[in-house]
Protein backbone atom coordinates (compact mmCIF):
# COMPACT_ATOMS: atom_id res chain seq x y z
CA UNK A 1 0.00 0.00 0.00
CA UNK A 2 2.69 2.56 0.94
CA UNK A 3 4.83 1.69 -2.45
CA UNK A 4 1.70 2.19 -4.25
CA UNK A 5 0.84 5.77 -2.67
CA UNK A 6 4.26 6.71 -2.99
CA UNK A 7 4.23 6.15 -6.49
CA UNK A 8 0.77 7.99 -7.29
CA UNK A 9 1.53 10.41 -5.44
CA UNK A 10 5.02 10.78 -7.43
CA UNK A 11 2.85 10.11 -10.59
CA UNK A 12 0.57 13.12 -9.98
CA UNK A 13 3.40 15.65 -8.86
CA UNK A 14 5.03 15.05 -11.95
CA UNK A 15 1.99 15.29 -14.46
CA UNK A 16 0.93 18.75 -12.17
CA UNK A 17 4.48 20.13 -13.18
CA UNK A 18 4.18 18.76 -16.76
CA UNK A 19 0.85 20.26 -17.07
CA UNK A 20 1.66 23.73 -14.95
CA UNK A 21 4.94 24.50 -17.23
CA UNK A 22 2.61 23.61 -20.43
CA UNK A 23 0.32 26.57 -19.15
CA UNK A 24 3.16 28.74 -18.88
CA UNK A 25 4.22 28.15 -22.32
CA UNK A 26 0.88 28.64 -23.95
CA UNK A 27 0.61 31.69 -22.49
CA UNK A 28 3.46 33.02 -23.10
CA UNK A 29 3.19 31.75 -26.79
CA UNK A 30 -0.06 33.31 -27.13
CA UNK A 31 0.27 36.55 -25.87
CA UNK A 32 3.83 36.78 -27.12
CA UNK A 33 2.60 35.55 -31.43
CA UNK A 34 -0.54 37.48 -31.26
CA UNK A 35 1.18 40.61 -30.23
CA UNK A 36 3.62 40.06 -33.37
CA UNK A 37 0.71 39.19 -35.59
CA UNK A 38 -1.07 42.92 -34.39
CA UNK A 39 2.24 44.40 -35.23
CA UNK A 40 2.19 43.15 -38.77
CA UNK A 41 -1.36 44.74 -39.19
CA UNK A 42 -3.21 41.46 -38.33
CA UNK A 43 -7.01 42.56 -36.96
CA UNK A 44 -7.74 41.82 -33.60
CA UNK A 45 -10.24 38.56 -34.36
CA UNK A 46 -7.83 37.52 -37.18
CA UNK A 47 -4.17 37.66 -34.93
CA UNK A 48 -6.39 35.67 -31.77
CA UNK A 49 -7.84 33.28 -34.33
CA UNK A 50 -3.75 32.25 -35.59
CA UNK A 51 -2.37 32.41 -32.30
CA UNK A 52 -5.08 29.92 -30.97
CA UNK A 53 -4.41 27.28 -33.53
CA UNK A 54 -0.40 27.86 -33.41
CA UNK A 55 -1.12 27.64 -29.37
CA UNK A 56 -3.64 24.45 -29.95
CA UNK A 57 -1.25 22.73 -32.47
CA UNK A 58 1.76 22.98 -30.00
CA UNK A 59 -0.38 21.83 -27.00
CA UNK A 60 -1.46 18.35 -28.75
CA UNK A 61 2.27 18.39 -30.37
CA UNK A 62 3.96 18.29 -26.63
CA UNK A 63 1.01 15.92 -24.93
CA UNK A 64 1.18 13.46 -27.76
CA UNK A 65 5.42 13.59 -27.10
CA UNK A 66 4.74 13.25 -23.27
CA UNK A 67 2.32 9.97 -23.99
CA UNK A 68 5.07 8.72 -26.63
CA UNK A 69 8.00 9.46 -24.11
CA UNK A 70 6.09 7.73 -21.25
CA UNK A 71 5.11 4.60 -23.53
CA UNK A 72 8.83 4.00 -24.52
CA UNK A 73 9.90 4.75 -20.60
CA UNK A 74 7.32 1.91 -19.11
CA UNK A 75 8.47 -0.65 -22.64
CA UNK A 76 12.02 -0.01 -21.27
CA UNK A 77 11.40 -0.91 -17.76
CA UNK A 78 9.79 -3.52 -18.69
CA UNK A 79 12.18 -5.09 -20.86
CA UNK A 80 14.86 -3.93 -18.46
CA UNK A 81 12.35 -5.92 -15.43
CA UNK A 82 12.16 -9.15 -17.64
CA UNK A 83 15.76 -9.53 -18.49
CA UNK A 84 16.81 -9.04 -14.55
CA UNK A 85 13.98 -12.12 -13.73
CA UNK A 86 11.77 -9.59 -11.33
CA UNK A 87 8.40 -9.98 -10.79
CA UNK A 88 5.75 -7.60 -12.55
CA UNK A 89 4.03 -5.89 -9.24
CA UNK A 90 4.94 -5.48 -4.95
CA UNK A 91 6.57 -8.81 -4.05
CA UNK A 92 6.88 -8.55 -0.13
CA UNK A 93 9.55 -10.70 2.42
CA UNK A 94 6.89 -11.90 5.32
CA UNK A 95 8.84 -12.84 8.21
CA UNK A 96 7.40 -15.30 11.16
CA UNK A 97 7.88 -14.28 14.77
CA UNK A 98 11.22 -15.98 15.67
CA UNK A 99 13.94 -15.85 18.60
CA UNK A 100 17.24 -14.87 17.31
CA UNK A 101 19.89 -17.43 17.43
CA UNK A 102 22.25 -17.33 20.43
CA UNK A 103 26.12 -17.67 19.06
CA UNK A 104 28.36 -19.19 21.19
CA UNK A 105 31.50 -17.32 21.07
CA UNK A 106 33.83 -20.44 21.90
CA UNK A 107 32.24 -22.08 18.65
CA UNK A 108 34.83 -22.73 16.63
CA UNK A 109 32.27 -22.56 13.11
CA UNK A 110 31.97 -18.36 13.99
CA UNK A 111 33.20 -16.35 11.76
CA UNK A 112 36.36 -15.12 13.19
CA UNK A 113 36.09 -11.48 11.44
CA UNK A 114 34.32 -8.74 12.07
CA UNK A 115 33.31 -5.49 9.29
CA UNK A 116 35.05 -2.74 9.62
CA UNK A 117 32.24 0.17 9.50
CA UNK A 118 28.84 -0.42 8.12
CA UNK A 119 28.01 -2.51 5.36
CA UNK A 120 25.47 -1.11 2.82
CA UNK A 121 24.17 -2.58 0.03
CA UNK A 122 22.48 -0.60 -2.63
CA UNK A 123 19.02 -1.49 -3.24
CA UNK A 124 18.40 -2.53 -6.91
CA UNK A 125 16.66 0.33 -8.25
CA UNK A 126 14.21 -1.10 -10.57
CA UNK A 127 13.38 -3.44 -7.86
CA UNK A 128 12.55 -0.43 -5.77
CA UNK A 129 10.37 1.14 -8.36
CA UNK A 130 8.32 -1.80 -7.97
CA UNK A 131 8.15 -2.31 -4.80
CA UNK A 132 9.72 -5.54 -5.07
CA UNK A 133 11.55 -7.04 -1.97
CA UNK A 134 14.13 -9.56 -1.68
CA UNK A 135 17.00 -11.80 0.15
CA UNK A 136 20.35 -12.97 -0.97
CA UNK A 137 22.85 -14.94 0.72
CA UNK A 138 26.60 -14.59 -0.22
CA UNK A 139 29.08 -17.23 0.63
CA UNK A 140 32.97 -15.78 0.41
CA UNK A 141 36.24 -16.13 1.85
CA UNK A 142 38.62 -12.96 3.60
CA UNK A 143 42.31 -12.49 2.34
CA UNK A 144 45.33 -11.45 4.41
CA UNK A 145 44.06 -7.69 3.87
CA UNK A 146 40.68 -7.40 5.02
CA UNK A 147 38.93 -8.13 1.74
CA UNK A 148 36.07 -10.51 0.63
CA UNK A 149 36.79 -12.88 -2.12
CA UNK A 150 35.64 -15.69 -4.46
CA UNK A 151 32.02 -14.47 -3.78
CA UNK A 152 29.61 -16.58 -4.84
CA UNK A 153 25.63 -16.31 -4.63
CA UNK A 154 24.49 -19.35 -2.53
CA UNK A 155 20.76 -18.13 -2.79
CA UNK A 156 19.00 -14.99 -4.12
CA UNK A 157 15.27 -14.39 -4.05
CA UNK A 158 13.00 -13.02 -6.45
CA UNK A 159 15.82 -12.10 -8.49
CA UNK A 160 19.91 -12.64 -8.70
CA UNK A 161 19.96 -8.62 -8.90
CA UNK A 162 19.66 -8.45 -5.11
CA UNK A 163 22.91 -11.20 -5.05
CA UNK A 164 24.40 -8.15 -7.13
CA UNK A 165 23.98 -5.91 -4.44
CA UNK A 166 24.90 -8.04 -1.82
CA UNK A 167 28.09 -8.68 -4.17
CA UNK A 168 29.21 -5.51 -4.65
CA UNK A 169 28.86 -4.54 -0.59
CA UNK A 170 31.12 -7.20 0.07
CA UNK A 171 33.78 -6.07 -3.00
CA UNK A 172 34.33 -2.85 -0.40
CA UNK A 173 33.84 -4.03 2.88
CA UNK A 174 36.63 -4.18 5.59
CA UNK A 175 37.19 -7.20 7.59
CA UNK A 176 39.23 -7.11 10.56
CA UNK A 177 40.00 -10.08 12.97
CA UNK A 178 37.96 -10.14 15.91
CA UNK A 179 40.03 -9.67 19.50
CA UNK A 180 41.64 -13.04 20.90
CA UNK A 181 39.92 -14.92 17.81
CA UNK A 182 43.00 -17.15 15.94
CA UNK A 183 42.25 -16.18 12.21
CA UNK A 184 41.78 -19.04 9.29
CA UNK A 185 42.46 -17.83 6.29
CA UNK A 186 40.57 -20.48 3.31
CA UNK A 187 37.67 -20.65 5.22
CA UNK A 188 34.69 -19.21 3.87
CA UNK A 189 31.41 -17.75 5.28
CA UNK A 190 28.39 -17.11 4.64
CA UNK A 191 26.19 -13.40 5.37
CA UNK A 192 21.90 -12.68 4.74
CA UNK A 193 21.22 -9.69 2.70
CA UNK A 194 17.20 -8.66 3.50
CA UNK A 195 16.35 -5.83 0.86
CA UNK A 196 12.77 -4.23 3.02
CA UNK A 197 10.87 -1.58 1.79
CA UNK A 198 9.50 0.70 4.71
CA UNK A 199 6.03 -0.14 5.60
CA UNK A 200 5.24 -2.77 2.38
CA UNK A 201 5.44 -6.27 4.06
CA UNK A 202 2.93 -4.79 7.37
CA UNK A 203 1.40 -7.71 7.98
CA UNK A 204 -2.27 -7.75 10.08
CA UNK A 205 -2.77 -10.59 12.39
CA UNK A 206 -6.38 -9.90 14.41
CA UNK A 207 -8.86 -8.71 13.32
CA UNK A 208 -11.67 -9.33 10.14
CA UNK A 209 -9.24 -8.37 7.44
CA UNK A 210 -6.71 -10.41 9.28
CA UNK A 211 -3.92 -11.63 6.08
CA UNK A 212 -0.28 -12.57 4.98
CA UNK A 213 1.51 -10.66 2.16
CA UNK A 214 1.99 -13.33 -0.64
CA UNK A 215 4.52 -14.90 -1.02
CA UNK A 216 5.88 -15.39 2.19
CA UNK A 217 9.47 -16.15 2.24
CA UNK A 218 9.67 -19.59 4.23
CA UNK A 219 12.51 -21.07 3.00
CA UNK A 220 14.88 -17.75 2.55
CA UNK A 221 13.83 -17.47 6.35
CA UNK A 222 15.01 -21.27 6.78
CA UNK A 223 18.40 -20.63 4.86
CA UNK A 224 19.08 -17.18 6.96
CA UNK A 225 18.15 -18.63 10.81
CA UNK A 226 20.37 -21.84 9.90
CA UNK A 227 23.48 -19.82 8.69
CA UNK A 228 22.88 -17.87 12.30
CA UNK A 229 22.89 -21.50 13.53
CA UNK A 230 25.85 -22.84 12.31
CA UNK A 231 27.91 -19.77 11.11
Not at 124 to 130: C, G, N, T
Amino acid sequence: MLVQATRTLSTLTMRALFYGALFIIVVVVHLGLTGALRAQGWGPSASLLASGAVVLGLVLLMVNFADWARERRAAHREVQRMKQGLPGGPCCVVWKNAEPAQRDEDDPNAMPWEIAGPLHARYPKLARRLGVEGVAVAEFEVSANGVAKNIHCVYAWPSDVFYEAAREALTVAKFQPKPDTHVRFGSSYRIPFVFRIAGAAKVQESGRRARKLRPTLHAAQQAVEKIRRTG
